[in-house]
């Protein structure tokens, strides 16, 4: 190093001082006499850039200022002189909390925060990634997508009860609770230590405070809605639903298990169905069997029997393929569409598909079942030795007989038969 470079490594910075060091073949630093840990860079170019140099618990760590001239000399020894108070804080505090030099991540949006959920949290979590990417996206776009660009510090408390109210006035107060509670979720998942893209407050944190209150749903198909219920099931042409709702209500499953049903799971023989991947929050991790009565297997055998006939006309041929309920691409996704069609010719107001399933736990406990036997029914059978002791296959025929007990009562109150429901003929 030459005698001129020695003398240069500390000197009293001011703009006459800076501009005299002269650029050489390699970049060199020149220390600020006047403020601890200002150092300036000369680099090779020509171009000069503050920095603050400190070494801490061992080890030396270097903190970007600014490009000399945009910042000026006052400017740059004023973060020095911040950055040193803030170093002399952190240590009287026993170095707990955030390491001041260390680097964070201040303009990450909600958009890219969605991204980084989605990629590191969902991907290795979500038990259908496919699925639970594309209603956290579908969510995010539908209620949360004016803030898609926003940075997380500037989305303030304010900000997430206004947005709660306006979701709650647009689409019900459940709507808005869903969209708040997966907001607080994205915060959460950007504040994780293990991630760190954000070291902000989570605005939408405890939010009881500012949801609404939601009552649990109690709409059944009772002995006045019977009768128009099972009287526009008679006359239903769409086959799909018309399978749909008898095997809900024979079976006490989820819609979204009915649709996703395979031919594989179905055992003719001992009349049983093995759901392999249940739906819901409650239900086990691994499969559990619903055993079926007559009115299902009827319902899988008139199915199964159209099916193959179906594909007798096409492929010369009895080819047994995947899906029950047979859609476009898999498996039938929805029958939104003819269900508001068959409740508006039933003349039947706020019924949704699910409430075919609290209807038959309903009509099982009015018919004597226990609650055990209901819980088994509608398969939120845990793994306490209790649950283990009704797996048994005398449990199996419990169930069965309770089902078949409860659609016998829903349909007596509905004034028609079983027959009557089978004999219906569908429109392909």
Known sequence: MSKTRKQQRAVNFGVKTIEKLQPERARYNVRDIATRGLFICV?????????HLKKLMGYPKRTTIGPYPDL??????????????????????????????????????LGETLDH???????????????????????????LTAWRNRPLGTITRKDVAQRHAEIAEANGGVTANRTITFLRTLFNHAIDADYALWNGANPAAKPKKLLVHESARKRVIGDDDAPKFFK?????????????????????????????????EIDFHRELWTISKPKGRLSQAQEYIVPLNKLAMNVLKQRFQAGVETRRDRT??????????????????????????????????????HDLRRTIATRQGEAGSSTEIIAKSLGHANDSTATKIY??????????????????????????????????VPRE
Do not use: C
């Open 43 to 51: 680099f090779p170019s020509g171009a000069k850039s503050f920095f």
């Open 117 to 143: 959920y989605v990629e590191h949290h969902l991907k290795k979590n979500a038990k259908d990634f496919e699925k639970a990417s594309k209603y956290a996206r579908w969510q995010f776009a539908k209620y």
């Open 316 to 353: 010369r041929r009895a080819e047994r393929v995947e899906w029950v309920f047979e859609g476009r691409r898999g498996h039938l996704q929805s029958v939104k569409k003819p269900w508001r069609n068959f409740l508006e010719r039933a003349g039947i107001e706020n019924l949704t598909l």
């Open 232 to 264: 526009a099931l008679e006359t239903e042409r769409n086959r799909d639903l018309r399978d749909v709702l008898l095997l809900a209500l024979s079976t006490s499953a989820r819609r979204g298990t009915i649709l996703a049903m395979r031919w594989s």
């Open 391 to 424: 797996d048994r296959a005398d449990r199996r025929d419990d169930v069965r007989e309770s089902l078949a007990n409860a659609f016998n009562v829903l349909v007596s109150a509905g004034k028609t038969t079983q027959k009557k429901l089978l004999l219906a």
């Open 72 to 109: 000026s000399v006052e400017q740059a020894r004023g973060k020095a002189s911040e950055l040193n108070g803030k170093i002399a804080l952190w240590k009287a505090n026993d170095f707990q909390g955030h390491d001041p030099l260390q680097p964070r991540n201040k303009n990450i949006t």
